[in-house]
């Protein structure tokens, strides 16, 4: 029987289309390269390879875009046909769960699943990345942290796993052993772009502006190629180094260069590019009919339905191009969604006062945004990526504070935000304006 590197044995493969599945492994492992075709080849070849369609079913299911889904859900129909071993059926029955938008039940599922098979690196990387999208700080360190010492230098993939737990340390607040463990995963392996983005979040958390910039452009070279399919988001790490210290017009360029210059279609890259331009905004920069393009590219992919962070990102679009259709249309969706599954009541609890919450600071309404955006703040271990990039709504919310006048709110956020950053020029700033505004509080209605 053919096995992968870490020995785990794969049904149905040729040595041919091993060759192939290795390629693509490691391309996801990377996060460079093409992992598609390969595994496209190598189910040509080796139609009965189980894992080439599970493998596949993962990078389509964990895309969150409604149509890399629904073939997802394909490969996943096909796959349960063939004879499967145990871990091979475990993997299918987490995909299950994903492709239901039950993402806690796909997680505890590869929780077992990872227990029982410690050297499945992809279970390791799906499950982490599950984590990340229902933002469970303490499973994305966890789920590492119960397999580490199964795991020695000399098996390969070692790396990745030191890169994937830097991640979870950094998401739990161990900073010190989160960049620690990020800079020993990139000496063994240079092009890991997940460990490196760990150690990048490590110096946005810290408030650590200068230091990142100088971290991202020393290592350009490993993270910024064309074949990186994680170039955009590390991108978008340095614009937020520059927009902490100010420099909004390094921003803005870098959102017209590398972050948007493609007009990628990717919907984690339309993500970034969405909080960008937010952000941008709220400095007060005019970002011009960048929000057109943006929202003509989310078109295909916001249905309300699939995953809400990504729906509150389009409405963040549509807002800025005018497109009120757009934004009706969401807004229907997320209110009437079946209530039964996991994703759905991320949607009404979570996505629905995170999108009204924008769309009332948008059109100026600052009492009703306060009043949406401070309670769905809290949705760290409820859906939604990293600290980072929820500190969007945190920012959000302290602007409209100060837009409405309500001393008290913004002089709290401020000092909240300086406790975490306190050399932030950003969060100084909020201090001053809050300051500002004088003795008589304004109460929220």
């Not at 989310?298 to 309300?304: C, E, L, T």
């Not at 629905?352 to 009043?371: K, N």
């Not at 600290?387 to 504070?401: F, N, P, Y």
Request: glycine letters at 8%.
């Amino acid at each position: 029987m053919l096995t992968d590197l870490q020995g785990n044995i794969l049904s149905g493969a040729t040595a041919e289309s091993l060759d192939l599945y290795s390629r693509s492994a490691e391309a996801f492992n990377l996060y460079r390269g093409d992992p598609v075709t390969p595994l496209d080849q190598a189910i040509e070849v080796a139609p009965d390879f189980a894992m080439a369609r599970i493998l596949r079913a993962y990078l389509f299911a964990l895309a969150t875009e409604p149509d890399a889904a629904e073939a997802a859900r394909a490969d996943v129909a096909a796959v349960k046909s063939y004879r499967l071993n145990d871990r091979e059926a475990s993997h299918v029955a987490a995909l299950d769960h994903l492709l239901s938008g039950e993402w806690s039940a796909g997680a505890c599922a590869l929780d077992r699943h990872n227990m029982r098979y410690p050297h499945d690196l992809l279970a390791l990387q799906a499950g982490h990345l599950t984590d990340f999208y229902r933002a469970n700080a303490r499973d994305l360190r966890d789920r590492i942290a119960r397999v580490l010492p199964k795991w020695t230098p000399d098996i390969p993939g070692y790396s990745i796993v030191l890169g994937l737990y830097a991640f979870g340390l950094e998401e739990t607040g161990a900073y010190a052993r989160a960049e620690a463990t990020g800079r020993d995963a990139l000496d063994r392996q240079p092009l890991d772009c997940w460990a490196h983005h760990a150690v990048a979040h490590v110096m946005e958390m810290q408030g650590r502006a200068e230091d990142g910039i100088g971290w991202m452009t020393v290592r350009e070279p490993h993270w910024a190629g064309e074949d990186n399919l994680f170039k955009v988001h590390n991108w978008w790490h340095l614009a937020l180094c520059h927009l902490d210290l100010g420099q909004t017009e390094r921003a803005l360029a870098l959102y017209d260069g590398p972050i948007r210059q493609e007009r990628s279609p990717v919907v984690l890259d339309m993500v970034d590019a969405s909080a960008l331009l937010w952000r941008l905004h709220l400095t007060g920069q005019d970002v011009g009919n960048r929000w057109q393009e943006l929202a003509e590219a989310w078109d295909s992919h916001a249905d309300g339905k699939l995953y809400p962070f990504n729906d509150w990102h389009a409405v963040m679009a549509y807002l800025g191009a005018g497109r009120g259709d757009r934004i009706d249309r969401l807004l229907s969706a997320l209110r009437d969604n079946d209530a039964s599954r996991e994703a759905s009541v991320w949607a009404r609890q979570t996505g629905l006062p995170l999108v009204e919450g924008f769309i009332a600071f948008w059109r100026g309404d600052y009492g009703t945004a306060v009043e949406r955006l401070h309670p769905a703040r809290f949705i760290a271990n409820g859906f939604g990526g990293s600290h980072a990039q929820r500190d969007i709504i945190d920012w959000t919310l302290t602007e409209a504070a100060l837009r409405g006048g309500y001393r008290d709110v913004a002089e709290g956020l401020a000092h909240e935000r300086l406790a975490t950053k306190p050399f932030s020029p950003l969060n100084r700033a909020f201090l001053n304006r809050a300051t500002a505004l004088g003795d008589r509080p304004r109460q929220v209605a």
